[in-house]
């Protein structure tokens, strides 16, 4: 399973042949989506021994046609293609038409001549019928619309970082706590071997994000250091509230009064 950038819906029309009422009554009732682009698959499956296919749509649909083609060259170099339809010419011929009637890039992918399918708008265009479907011809067709689909919606596999077969945006979903920075990574693939300054089992990274001496470390470590190194008894002989016991340039007094001043994640 794949992850897309885009939406992509799958929608079979009906009555297309009656003035394509299915396709309309949608295309009306959802002009004000934002569609990228429409993509219409009508009889893809009659080679009339010229192994081509034709992309029809009008010159305003020119950009998505181009897009087509050029995923038909990607995915089914042997299939032969002609694009259709700059000039205006033919007229509209399936569910393509009532999206661009409402601005929507849309196109009509189809077997050449068609109209020289026997079985066109006939009862005997069914699987059904022997040696009807030329299904290598029919492969090809799937190829470009899965491929044009994927390039264009921008299919990714789902990340799986830690290979225990669950998709990570699902974990996280589950369960948000496994990705502590909300950056759509788990913690353990992220910080793994990562320092946990304070051994609080969450890694430095994610607990208390800031680091505002820049030392590299949270300052929730940082201030675990600084109290856990620290005489906390001014009157101990060792106890020097000047000391930079982290070497990071700041005294330990100062290193402390700015953590106790901005740290605001808890102690």
Known sequence: MYETEYTVKYIAFDLEEHGFVGS??????HQDDDIRGVLA???IAHDAATYKCRIYGRPESNPIKYLVAEAVEEYAPGLNYMII???GYPPDLSDNAPFEDVGFQACLLIENMHGTNPCYHQPCDSVDT???IHYPFALEYARTAAGFLADQAVAQYPFDCDSDGIPDADEIQENPSLDCNGNGLLDTCEHQGF????ANGIADACDCLGDLDGDGATDHADLGALLGAWDSQPGDPHWN???DLDGNGHIG???LGILLGDWGCGT
Do not use: K
């Open 41 to 43: 698959l009508d009889m």
């Open 241 to 243: 509230a000047d000391a």
């Open 130 to 132: 022997p040696d009807y």
């Open 24 to 29: 309309h009554a949608y295309a009306n009732e």
């Open 253 to 255: 007094h100062a290193d």
């Open 195 to 198: 320092e946990d300054g304070n």
């Open 85 to 87: 339809g700059e000039d």
